[in-house]
């Protein structure tokens, strides 16, 4: 909650009609209740599964509830490889508690890559654990080729390894074809990432300003 309250603050001043609110990527870390990942790959934990999965929720309906006091709320859902099932169960969950409201719509299907249209420009979401990078930009044209013809900037938002990447590919001069990038992430290093040397990632919120006509106007990043 001090990443969504800390990015509010920092996107005072823009007139915000839309939200987009990416849900999952790992949200509950383990899928059963060995404290193991999809794969069975064991991980350090805070508690029990069952106590993950009631704050999960509880911090998303805070999040939604939020972030609608702004403008309406698209909440779309990246299946990711620690919490494969849970998480798609989280997504569900989340989607019956909002059931009535007018104001909020839900993309949790099970398909890995997700986009949405936001008036020139074309999102695409995925945990970063799917196809490889350099084959997301003919994907998103690929699969989405009358949403490609429609837009003018393009992005993908992935998530996954925790620190910051950024890569531009061109499709004609003056105009971004694809930006793909990883997010930073809240999470501090466990023990596995302490021994295998992959500290020192800054701890962060990130979000974007898309202009409808101009795409991604401004960066947002809440440090703790």
Not at 30 to 45: A, E
Not at 106 to 130: M, N, P
Not at 148 to 170: D, F, G
Request: net charge neutral; aromatic share 12%.
């Amino acid at each position: 909650m001090d990443g969504i309250h800390g990015l509010i603050d920092k996107a005072q001043g823009f007139q915000i009609e839309k939200v987009l609110f990416c849900i999952g990527n790992d949200v509950l870390h383990i899928d059963n209740v060995y404290s193991t990942t999809t794969k069975g790959t064991p991980q350090d934990t805070d508690g029990k599964w069952w106590e993950h999965y009631e704050l999960a929720l509880a911090l998303y309906v805070e999040c939604i509830e939020t972030l609608r006091k702004i403008a309406p709320v698209d909440v779309v859902h990246s299946m990711s490889n620690h919490d494969y099932q849970s998480g798609f169960h989280l997504a569900h969950t989340l989607q019956a508690w909002f059931r009535k409201a007018k104001d909020i719509t839900f993309d949790v299907t099970v398909a890995h890559r997700k986009y949405y249209k936001y008036g020139t420009s074309l999102i695409g979401l995925e945990h970063g654990d799917g196809a490889k990078m350099d084959n997301l930009p003919l994907l998103m044209a690929q699969e989405k080729p009358q949403m490609w013809a429609n837009t003018k900037t393009r992005y993908w938002y992935l998530h996954h390894i925790h620190h910051k990447v950024k890569h531009k590919w061109r499709d004609a001069k003056d105009f971004i074809g694809v930006t793909v990038e990883y997010m930073r992430s809240p999470s501090a290093a466990d023990s596995w990432h302490a021994r295998k040397g992959f500290t020192g990632a800054p701890k962060a919120c990130e979000g974007f300003v898309h202009h409808k006509e101009l795409g991604q106007v401004a960066r947002l990043t809440h440090f703790f």
